[in-house]
């Protein structure tokens, strides 16, 4: 390697710490880039004149497609941008009790309303039910064989608990809607006890399907507008809605947030005539919206629900009068001084290897 | 429903910055701390030892639980307590914090590694001729464990790149605002989107690689000099 022993070990450590310094440069300037980039996107909402407000909607993970399609036709239209979390809507309120950090609560059960609502988190006003959905029993089709099936038609309840179905994928029961209602049917059919031990829960009921779907459990129960989403699952058994529990989508905005005026309307949208058709195609039952009257308003001069026009989005006068808290106050407070460590942590750091 | 370009794009942006940002919240004091482990001996230093170690052995859930409860509304970080909102939970900022606090550990032990790599009787030999604590500090015991500090550094990031437990628990999944790539590859095995995992895992390797070729770089000094002239 090296022949002189005397000099030539320092020339090659200056050579490789110069090389070092180089690479390090480099990558704290990335670094550096990503986190200034980072800082520039959420604030500066004073100089562009329409950065478009942004809402989040906590919804139900059965309303995926519906919400994603009505979503972008909102967006186009309104200078909104929507974030969408979606999840087991007892998570959802779970997340929402916690944090706080959603705008709208769209849920697969009253109930998860009811938990926001008795933290007085819940914009009362605007709290309707507004879809219903029904429970399926699925299988996958098997890609071979499309004709093999675990049962026989006409299906009786009882074919669940044959051998062949050695695992029946549920939504979580203790946690997800859909694994309630499913329980609550098999209860009422007297099944519930011999199943119990065979039942694969998953995280949402979304995640139940894909359980499905991939073979890993023979069958499983799904709502009928999940079912109607994968090419991969067949329909053995449509619950009559007469035997099943009562499913209910209630959808609320929150009270306690910057933007309630913009989630109203938002809401107003969703239960619209056109809003109805897109969530009929996918197989929900969209309820008649009687239930909000016998609610009344606590502001009185509010718009009869069900009325919709386009001028909502703009902040009405009769809007004006919400609390509406000055835009993004904790947020941009927080993050410029979450910004201040990160500027002491770089500019320390690029002195340090810019030193000799 | 696969996730498209964009999407993509999104989750690794979000990544990246979410992982940049813990390494940068964490840095100071971690180093700090590292420095402090391998130099001072104070009072109860074992047991500021076993909490900086704690977040390491915990399992991330815990940490998890732990920052839930504590920045929830009522709890004693939260919006009731405060009287604002810190605006922590199940945004980004939780993602942040949830990893700054996973990867604490990691980067103050790699670091003070690195400062017990450099000669001690150097740094007194620096006393003798008057330098100052602080510059004994700034012009000889940093720049001689730089590598391990920077190692320590890219080691968190790392681990701030791969961190799910905590994060789903104090962020959420929420794509556009908290999901991260570790978060975007639970959602898509999930919804059984395979496509879309195998995507991410992709690029979680491409990154985890680059991470790991930098700190293998780094941390061993011996063999730098060699390579270059080779």
């Given at each position: 390697m090296h022949s002189s022993f005397v000099p030539a070990p320092r020339a090659n450590g200056a050579r490789c710490s110069s090389v070092v310094r180089q690479v390090a440069r480099a990558v704290l300037a990335l670094l550096l880039l990503t986190v200034f980039a980072a800082a520039q996107?959420?604030?500066?909402?004073?100089?562009?004149?329409?950065a478009p407000l942004e809402l989040d909607v906590y919804a139900a993970a059965s309303l995926r497609e519906a919400l994603t399609e009505l979503g972008k036709t909102y967006e186009r239209d309104h200078a909104v941008k929507l974030v969408f979390n979606f999840g087991s809507s007892t998570d959802l309120a779970r997340q929402i009790v916690a944090g706080n950090q959603a705008d709208l609560f769209l849920s697969a059960d009253e109930k998860e309303l009811d938990k926001v609502a008795e933290e007085k988190l819940l914009d009362d006003a605007s709290r309707a039910s507004v879809l219903g959905n029904q429970l399926v029993v699925v299988e996958a089709i098997d890609p071979k064989d499309a004709a093999k099936s675990f049962f026989t038609q006409p299906f009786t309840v009882d074919q669940l608990a044959r051998p062949e179905v050695k695992l029946l994928a549920l939504a979580d029961t203790a946690t997800v809607p859909a694994g309630r209602y499913a329980k609550a049917w098999l209860e009422k059919k007297e099944l519930w006890k011999t199943l119990e031990a065979r039942v694969l829960p998953g995280l949402d009921v979304r995640a139940t399907l894909a359980s499905i779907e991939s073979g890993a459990a023979q069958a499983g129960i799904v709502y009928r507008t999940d079912a109607a989403v994968s090419k991969r699952v067949r329909v053995v058994h449509a619950v009559p809605l007469d035997e099943g529990p009562r499913i209910v989508y209630g959808f609320a905005a929150l009270a306690?947030?910057?933007?309630v005026a913009e989630a109203r309307a938002l809401l107003e949208f969703l239960r619209s005539a056109d809003a109805r058709k897109v969530f009929e195609a996918r197989g929900f039952v969209a309820l008649p919206?009687?239930?909000?009257?016998?609610?009344?308003?606590?502001?009185?001069?509010?718009k009869p629900r069900?009325?919709?026009?386009?001028?909502?989005?703009?902040?009405t006068s009769e809007e004006a009068d919400e609390p509406l808290a000055p835009l993004e106050p904790p947020r941009a407070l927080v993050s410029s001084s979450l910004r201040a460590p990160w500027a002491c942590a770089c500019a320390g750091a690029l002195a340090f290897l810019h030193r000799k | 429903m696969p996730a498209g370009d964009e999407s993509t794009l999104e989750v690794l942006r979000l990544t990246l910055v979410v992982a940049a940002s813990a390494t940068a919240l964490v840095a100071l004091p971690a180093l700090a701390t590292g420095y402090l482990l391998a130099r001072r001996e104070f009072r109860g230093k074992s047991v500021v030892e076993t909490v900086v170690a704690l977040p390491l052995v915990l399992p991330p859930t815990a940490i998890g639980y732990l920052l839930l409860a504590l920045f929830a509304r009522r709890g004693p970080l939260g919006e009731e307590t405060l009287?604002?909102?810190?605006?922590?939970?199940?945004?980004a900022r939780g993602a942040v914090l949830a990893s700054a606090v996973v990867a604490f550990p990691l980067v103050a032990r790699t670091a003070r590694v690195a400062f017990e790599g450099v000669d001690p009787r150097l740094e007194r030999m620096a006393a003798t001729l008057g330098w100052s604590r602080w510059r004994v500090l700034a012009r000889l015991s940093l720049p001689l464990a730089r590598r391990g500090l920077l190692a320590a550094l890219v080691l968190g990031f790392a681990r701030c790149l791969g961190e799910f437990g905590a994060t789903v628990i104090v962020?959420?999944?929420?794509?556009?605002?908290?999901?991260t790539l570790a978060l975007a590859i639970f959602r898509d095995i999930q919804l059984g989107d395979e496509r879309g995992a195998l995507l991410l895992v992709g690029l979680t390797v491409v990154l985890a690689f680059v991470c790991l070729a930098l700190v293998e770089r780094w941390s061993r000094p011996a063999r730098c000099a060699g390579e270059e002239v080779a």
């Amino acid at each position: 390697m090296h022949s002189s022993f005397v000099p030539a070990p320092r020339a090659n450590g200056a050579r490789c710490s110069s090389v070092v310094r180089q690479v390090a440069r480099a990558v704290l300037a990335l670094l550096l880039l990503t986190v200034f980039a980072a800082a520039q996107v959420p604030p500066a909402p004073a100089p562009k004149p329409a950065a478009p407000l942004e809402l989040d909607v906590y919804a139900a993970a059965s309303l995926r497609e519906a919400l994603t399609e009505l979503g972008k036709t909102y967006e186009r239209d309104h200078a909104v941008k929507l974030v969408f979390n979606f999840g087991s809507s007892t998570d959802l309120a779970r997340q929402i009790v916690a944090g706080n950090q959603a705008d709208l609560f769209l849920s697969a059960d009253e109930k998860e309303l009811d938990k926001v609502a008795e933290e007085k988190l819940l914009d009362d006003a605007s709290r309707a039910s507004v879809l219903g959905n029904q429970l399926v029993v699925v299988e996958a089709i098997d890609p071979k064989d499309a004709a093999k099936s675990f049962f026989t038609q006409p299906f009786t309840v009882d074919q669940l608990a044959r051998p062949e179905v050695k695992l029946l994928a549920l939504a979580d029961t203790a946690t997800v809607p859909a694994g309630r209602y499913a329980k609550a049917w098999l209860e009422k059919k007297e099944l519930w006890k011999t199943l119990e031990a065979r039942v694969l829960p998953g995280l949402d009921v979304r995640a139940t399907l894909a359980s499905i779907e991939s073979g890993a459990a023979q069958a499983g129960i799904v709502y009928r507008t999940d079912a109607a989403v994968s090419k991969r699952v067949r329909v053995v058994h449509a619950v009559p809605l007469d035997e099943g529990p009562r499913i209910v989508y209630g959808f609320a905005a929150l009270a306690k947030r910057p933007h309630v005026a913009e989630a109203r309307a938002l809401l107003e949208f969703l239960r619209s005539a056109d809003a109805r058709k897109v969530f009929e195609a996918r197989g929900f039952v969209a309820l008649p919206s009687a239930k909000p009257e016998a609610k009344p308003a606590k502001n009185s001069h509010e718009k009869p629900r069900g009325e919709v026009d386009e001028t909502r989005n703009e902040r009405t006068s009769e809007e004006a009068d919400e609390p509406l808290a000055p835009l993004e106050p904790p947020r941009a407070l927080v993050s410029s001084s979450l910004r201040a460590p990160w500027a002491c942590a770089c500019a320390g750091a690029l002195a340090f290897l810019h030193r000799k | 429903m696969p996730a498209g370009d964009e999407s993509t794009l999104e989750v690794l942006r979000l990544t990246l910055v979410v992982a940049a940002s813990a390494t940068a919240l964490v840095a100071l004091p971690a180093l700090a701390t590292g420095y402090l482990l391998a130099r001072r001996e104070f009072r109860g230093k074992s047991v500021v030892e076993t909490v900086v170690a704690l977040p390491l052995v915990l399992p991330p859930t815990a940490i998890g639980y732990l920052l839930l409860a504590l920045f929830a509304r009522r709890g004693p970080l939260g919006e009731e307590t405060l009287g604002f909102d810190p605006g922590v939970l199940f945004t980004a900022r939780g993602a942040v914090l949830a990893s700054a606090v996973v990867a604490f550990p990691l980067v103050a032990r790699t670091a003070r590694v690195a400062f017990e790599g450099v000669d001690p009787r150097l740094e007194r030999m620096a006393a003798t001729l008057g330098w100052s604590r602080w510059r004994v500090l700034a012009r000889l015991s940093l720049p001689l464990a730089r590598r391990g500090l920077l190692a320590a550094l890219v080691l968190g990031f790392a681990r701030c790149l791969g961190e799910f437990g905590a994060t789903v628990i104090v962020a959420g999944n929420i794509p556009g605002r908290t999901q991260t790539l570790a978060l975007a590859i639970f959602r898509d095995i999930q919804l059984g989107d395979e496509r879309g995992a195998l995507l991410l895992v992709g690029l979680t390797v491409v990154l985890a690689f680059v991470c790991l070729a930098l700190v293998e770089r780094w941390s061993r000094p011996a063999r730098c000099a060699g390579e270059e002239v080779a």
